[in-house]
């Protein structure tokens, strides 16, 4: 008996998660279907016979109903969303996204497919708890991002049977790897010691559960490759401060003392402690990191110094 | 100092409450705008002077925003959603509508409204609590279409500044009235007497906030003419039990012995007592309602007895 060809349409399959998740797929035997906004697509340096295939289509403004009645994707892996570094929390189009996300889920069902995940977040928390868990932990985001996701997370609970599609939500900690957007704190720390300038920080004490993108994607592939269903933080067991992390950063970056700690104030609504139960992941889902975080960290310095260079 | 002229659109305004909507947003001074799915409107016997205008779009397959730029709606009452009796607790054309909500109200602010207002509906609220009040009731729904309804709400409140609109979400309680969908039990129980046809209920013994359709509808006007903000319960503080509606409407209807209670099953997740705390919409916004039960049903039976004749 053959096994059904598995066809993956992936969304936001060029940014920063997305573009991670697509040689995993393929290695689990996908047929791999992007969405994106541009005209064209690089391939991402993958072998072209194996490569994605490409559809250029715009979700916040087109109807995406006959594509996929066309492409007829059995799995969906919903990364797409409004990340502009900083204005993405309180920005309108988390409210079009929601919209966008919606009408993708209902075209997919429609078209036959069975089993979708979609890219949540630990901002959907109560973070005055200290550890972050999808059983036990109050969902009350607040901001306007995490609301956004929380209401499209609770309709697709709800929707769940009607929908007839298997469905899973990975709640994303804290990522980071070498192709992070350039304005984020750890890309400003390689890149300014690489530079021989001071970077200001936080005071850095503030302690998250970090995990690298590489592992982000490992980890919606396998539940995207799972029956697990609702909600699962997206995140490994291990835990850092801010200031362990990017002192590790600008020291494999050449110099540590570049980095002047407390010269920022504590941006505001920072609690001290987000750390994920990761235990669903680990545990239900079967998956394991691959990279530490001072492997993480290497990695993303010299892949950073690779492509500056 | 001439007043600005007040625009309100209104959706939904063909349907069973917004039709009654209509002559009180004029009598208040509103230029009145219609959206509708269908090609044409009667008018719905309005001066024609004063006529609402209306304006064909489906909301759920077209873009809105073009014509929202064109109409420049200062005031916006949000009722249509799907409504088939029975099916819509859990259609999934609930998502859809909630889509086509954040769309509408993305274009409403685009084009410079400033005050909106949502039917929300009563089955937001986690119905094992008795009273049901904005303030203190769990938001808990058992069903597609309030948990749908929750999400809007939540993802209006959080947007609200970002959006600089006032919002206000009137939650329905137990609305009836001569034009209520013939299969629902009070316009089964009235044609069916007027045939002279035994009618079968449940044993009738819950008790519910019932209310007139026409004060649900200047409730809901009153409200879009306040500055009150978040949820209000549109409902009176009148309650009664299904029994009596019932009983009254059959003696009305010219006999009362035709209503077998008992001689079906009460439907599945009937709580025995829903009751609306209706402070809010009694004392912040000031409304009164002009229909106690008895008047309200006598109206109904007086108005459907002329509509069949």
């Known amino acids: ?4 060809q598995k066809r993956a349409l992936v969304t936001g399959g060029t940014g920063f998660i997305g573009a991670a998740t697509l040689s995993r ?10 969405l994106g906004r541009k005209a064209t697509w690089d391939g991402a340096g993958l072998p072209w016979a194996k490569s994605p295939r490409f559809h250029q289509i715009d979700l ?19 990364l797409a969303w409004y990340a502009e570094h900083g204005a993405f929390w309180w ?7 929601v919209a966008a996300s919606l009408r993708l889920v209902r075209a997919f069902a429609a078209s036959g497919g069975t089993r979708a995940v979609f890219a949540g977040t630990c901002a959907e928390y109560d973070w005055s708890a200290d550890t972050l868990d999808e059983a036990t932990t109050p969902l009350r985001p607040a901001t306007l991002y995490g609301a956004s996701k929380l209401a499209l997370f609770q309709l697709l609970q709800a929707a769940r049977d009607q929908l007839g599609v298997s469905t899973a939500w990975g ?17 400003a720390v390689i890149d300014g010691v690489r530079a021989g300038k001071a970077v200001a920080c936080s005071d850095g004490r503030q302690v998250r ?28 067991d291990e835990i850092s401060s ?11 970056s050449g110099d540590e003392s570049l980095v002047q700690f407390g010269a920022r ?32 960290i290497a990695e993303t310095v010299r892949l950073r110094a690779a492509k500056a260079n």
Chains 1, 2 share one sequence.
């Open 171 to 187: 709640r994303i900690f804290f990522p980071y790897g070498p192709r992070d957007q350039a304005g984020k704190l750890l890309s």
């Open 60 to 78: 916040l403004q087109q109807d995406c109903r006959d594509l996929l009645a066309a492409i007829r994707p059995t799995h969906l892996l919903h």
């Open 242 to 252: 801010v200031r362990d992390m990017v002192s590790l950063a600008a020291r494999l």
């Open 209 to 236: 559960s970090f995990i690298y993108v590489e592992d982000v994607a490992r980890a919606f592939v396998a539940l995207l490759d799972s029956d697990v269903s609702g909600a699962v933080n997206i995140a490994t």
């Open 265 to 296: 104030p504590m941006q505001k609504g920072e609690p001290p402690l987000l750390r994920a139960a990761a235990r669903r992941l680990f545990e239900e889902v079967g998956f394991r990191p691959q990279f530490n975080l001072a492997d993480g």
């Open 25 to 34: 797929l393929i290695e689990r035997g996908y047929e791999v279907h992007l």
């Open 1 to 4: 008996m053959t096994p059904a």
């Open 91 to 97: 920005a309108l189009e988390n409210l079009d996204w």
